[in-house]
């Protein structure tokens, strides 16, 4: 019995089903699978078994006899490789704080022999299965599910040269990748990520080696300042020497006396030289600066004279095109003339004219209507006149009555004063007149002291006439009663009777008697009822 | 402190003191303090020799306090508005006599009484001053009343007397639609742009409110408020207030020494205290003060420390005012009153002329209020006058 070690057609391959030629024969063959492989055994189109590192034996006279009494049987081996291999694939996911970072992933895998039937859905139709097709079945699941999910959740300065955070994301990259493996029949051994530099670790990177190249501009100019610094002291340090060496080589007082006065003319000259010199480049300059004004107030003249040219020639073109134009309308107006038209003019004066006459007709019946309007207005009015004027008219007649009715009682009044004395008429006329009321006030005053007696009586008179509580037909009385009294004594006086009249109350008399208090001892007017001292009573 | 059976009596006494014709009559002699026709004492004015007034019931001078308050224009107004009501208050004194206005007030609808800044103070006799009291927007038609009070002054010399007057105006508030306006416009289609001129008169029809509305001013009477005096402290002191009719009774003094009881009915509405003699004794004081020595004999030089006219005494303001007319100053409850001052006396107030001790002669005041008014008064000398200590 022959043994044949199954292997794999190319090195690229991972998987291959073994060719159908290699299974049938006239002799059963044995078939060997080496260590690192395993041999998926399908017949009929079900998986029989996975045979790691085992051998088998496989057709044959008797197969071929059974299979033709028994009926078809169909065996087909699948040999997958289940060494490790490594897969490398370049990556881009954007960080957190959206830079874009890169890198490369190698991963190590292998087959999983515990599962064939997926190691079978791995294999393409034509029966082979390569490492670039595990790498594209892989790719979209990296970039999606891995590196995206686990990149996006951290920013990108936190991932520059944070080792512990960098072995995390590995971590989490690993156990994506066996997550997605795992379903695929592949067992994840090692991955590691390879971090590209980020935009940022870049611009980092060109700013360190800028300040680096900086820096070492820095220093190359400190060297050569201090090699300039050097050169001064060594020139200063070779000029004194000279000086020294010149003063050395004097000999005498009188040649040290004549090189200070050879240098001190030369000193002179110079000076003086650049005098002139700045004295000569002034007048260049004040040349220069005559030489362009004038230049250009030549200039100026010129384009002023040329203007006016221009302009005297332009009047001269307008004017002939003015003539032109007025001997045309000249032209228009006898042809308009001829023609028999209206100017324009005409027709103006002719609006005008219609206008005015319109303006008229209308002024005139405006005119007409206002005047009809007024006199109905004024026709109102004087209907609301004479209604007044008969309300009035009554008030008027009552004002009048009630204006008869006082007069005729005041010339009562005045006929019962008729006979009164001047004062007495006074008396009255005080209960009307506040002023009068006051004069007499004064003249009970001042004849207070001489007549005390008689002004007494025109006192009580005067008060009585002024106060406005008493009731007039009170007043009125008293008031008759008061002018009859005095009436009487004047009619007495001028009688020469040396007694009172008859009707005459004593306690009108004048009487000089007083009475003594008996409360106070105050002297008391004897017709006085009440002490003007205390109140007392002294007599009812 | 006076007696219920004293002090009913007093107040009795008070009560016909209205002076009548008569009385001013008597009050001319300027001698007399009673009426000698029907005994009513005889409250003269404080500036009685200008005015010769005497005091009403309520302390007013009728002939210096004549105020006249008229509303110069309609009362009518509209829901929704407020209204001016154009006012002119006029001094109808009829002697020269000024009044100062100290106060005015407007009062609506019951609420509190709101002060009123008028910008005038002093009012001649004779002369109107007008000013517009504003009213608060009128939200309901109907009658609408509007209060006014005026606070005015008299003032005599250092004394000053003011009373509250006050008065009410009712303003008929109407719905409105009073004033209808009339227009009519005549044009024509042939006055188009035409220049001829469109007759258009306006009217005003006021029928209604020239029916309705006053002619001329209507005079406001102003009533004395006697209670707004005491709510805003114009007269009396603590809700107290001394009416002019008080009568003042004299205790402890030697007959001759002291006015008999009764009002203050000197010309001037004053008393003199001082070392002059009376005028009972032919001298020009009313309160006669002398010191006596501890065995009741004169102590002249005691006596010489005391002015002649030392105090006057006088009821002004609805208070008892001690005017300290000497230079020499006085004793007040205990405190010392430079000359010129004025100083109310309350009751229970002691004052003394003296300038060292008041022991060898005080003088004691008390009253008894009934209903916030004071009507007697008692003036007491401590020690009493004749009697050896």
């Not at chain 1, 991932?159 to 960098?166: H, K």
């Amino acid at each position: 019995m022959a043994i044949k070690t199954l292997s794999l057609s190319s090195p690229a391959l991972l998987a291959e089903y073994v060719h159908q030629s290699d299974l049938t024969g006239f002799f059963e063959q044995r078939l060997v699978a080496p260590p690192d492989h395993v041999a998926i055994l399908v017949r009929n189109g079900e998986l029989v078994d996975a045979y790691k590192g085992a051998n088998f034996s496989i057709g044959g006279l008797f197969a071929g006899l059974r299979s033709k009494l028994t009926g078809s049987m169909h065996v087909r081996v699948l040999l997958a490789d289940l060494k490790p291999f490594s897969l490398q694939s370049a990556f881009r996911a954007i960080t957190k704080d959206k830079v874009e970072v890169a890198g490369v992933v190698t991963f190590e895998l292998q087959l999983d022999p515990e599962k064939p039937l997926n190691i079978m859905g791995l294999v393409s139709p034509i029966g082979q299965l390569t490492r670039e097709e595990i790498l594209e079945r892989f790719r979209p699941h990296l970039s999606d599910r891995v590196f995206e999910a686990v990149i996006g959740r951290v920013k990108a300065e936190e991932l520059r040269g944070n080792t512990g955070l960098q072995d995390k994301l590995q971590g989490d990259v690993m156990r994506e990748i066996e997550r997605v493996a795992g379903d695929l029949g592949l067992i994840v051994r090692s991955v590691s990520v390879e971090w590209a530099l980020s935009d940022a670790e870049r611009d980092a990177l060109k700013a360190a080696e800028l300040d680096r190249q900086e820096e070492m501009l820095d220093g190359d100019l400190d060297r050569l300042r201090r090699r300039l610094e050097r050169a001064a002291e060594a020139t200063t340090v070779e000029v004194r020497t000279n000086v020294d060496l010149s003063k050395l080589k004097l000999e005498s007082d009188d040649e040290v006396a004549r090189l200070a006065l050879t240098k001190e003319i030369e000193f002179i000259d110079t000076r003086e030289a650049a005098q002139r010199r700045q004295e000569l480049e002034a007048l260049e300059h004040e040349i220069e600066t005559l030489t362009k004004e004038r230049l250009g107030r030549f200039e100026n003249e010129q384009a002023e004279a040329g203007q006016r040219i221009d302009l005297a020639r332009y009047g001269r073109a307008l004017a002939r095109v003015e003539l032109e134009i007025d001997g045309m309308k000249q032209a228009h107006l006898a042809e308009m003339a001829k023609l028999g038209a209206f100017t324009e003019s005409e027709i103006e004066e002719r609006r005008r004219m219609l206008e005015l006459d319109i303006s008229e007709r209308a002024s005139r019946q405006s005119r007409a209507h206002i005047e009809e309007l007024a006199r109905i207005e004024r026709e109102g009015e004087r209907h609301s006149v004479e209604l007044e004027e008969t309300s009035k008219e009554g008030d008027t007649r009552r004002e009048i009555a009630k204006t008869r009715a006082e007069a005729d009682s005041r010339l009562a009044m005045m006929k019962a004063a008729a006979g009164m004395t001047p004062e007495q008429i006074l008396a009255i006329n005080a209960g009307f007149s506040p002023a009068v009321a006051e004069v007499l006030a004064e003249q009970a005053r001042a004849g207070a002291s001489g007549r005390e007696e008689t002004m007494a009586v025109m006192r009580e008179m005067v008060q009585q006439a002024s106060e406005a509580r008493v009731s007039s037909e009170e007043q009125a009385r008293e008031m008759f009663r008061m002018g009859m009294d005095g009436a009487a004594r004047v009619a007495h006086g001028a009688g020469g009777k040396g007694q009172e009249p008859a009707g005459i109350s004593a306690s009108s008399a004048p009487t000089a008697a007083t009475v003594e208090c008996p409360t106070c001892g105050r002297e008391n007017s004897a017709k006085a009822k009440f002490c003007v001292g205390c109140g007392g009573r002294l007599r009812v | 402190m006076y007696g219920r059976a004293k002090l009913s009596e007093l107040t009795q006494r008070s009560e016909n003191m209205m002076p009548r014709p008569c009385c001013h009559r008597a009050a001319l002699s300027l001698d007399a303090g009673f009426c000698d026709e029907c005994g009513t004492p005889l409250l003269r004015c404080a500036a009685y020799e200008e005015c010769g007034g005497l005091v009403d019931e309520g302390g007013v001078c009728p002939v210096c306090v004549a105020p006249r308050l008229e509303l110069t224009a309609q009362r009518e107004a509209q829901v929704g508005g407020s209204m001016a009501l154009p006012l002119l208050l006029e001094n109808r004194a009829r002697v020269g006599r000024p009044l100062f206005v100290r106060g005015a007030w407007t009062r609506e609808g019951g609420n509190d009484w709101q002060p009123m800044e008028l910008s005038f103070d002093r009012l001649d006799a004779g002369a109107g001053v007008p000013f517009t009291v504003r009213t608060e927007p009128l939200q309901r038609s109907g009658t609408h009343a509007v209060e006014i009070a005026l606070a005015l002054a008299t003032r005599w010399r250092w004394r000053e007397e003011v009373f509250a007057f006050a008065t009410g105006v009712e303003i008929a508030v109407e719905a409105g639609g009073e004033v209808s306006v009339t227009q009519n416009i005549t044009y024509d289609a042939s006055a188009a742009q035409t220049g001829a001129t469109i007759y258009a008169p306006l009217r005003l029809d006021a029928r209604k409110r020239e029916q309705t509305s006053p002619r001329g001013g209507t005079e406001l009477l102003l009533a004395r408020a006697d209670r707004l005096e005491r709510t805003l402290g114009l007269r009396g002191s603590q809700g107290t207030v001394i009416q002019r009719e008080a009568r003042l009774s004299w205790r402890g003094f030697a007959r001759g020494h002291a006015p008999a009881e009764g009002p203050i009915t000197t010309s001037d509405g004053s008393l003199v205290l001082g070392r002059s003699r009376t005028k009972m004794l032919g001298g020009s004081g009313d309160v006669r003060l002398l010191v006596q020595g501890a065995d009741g004999e004169l102590d002249e030089d005691a006596s010489r420390s005391i002015s002649r006219r030392h105090f006057s005494l006088s009821i002004t303001g609805g208070r008892l005012l001690l005017h300290i007319e000497s230079d020499l100053g006085a004793w007040i409850d205990g405190r010392h009153e430079p000359g010129g001052s004025i100083v109310e006396l309350r009751d229970g107030s002691r004052f003394s002329p003296l300038p060292r001790s008041q022991a060898p002669l005080s003088l004691e005041v008390s009253w008894a209020a009934q209903y916030g008014s004071v009507e007697a008064i008692q003036l007491t000398r401590v020690p009493r006058e004749g009697t050896s200590r």
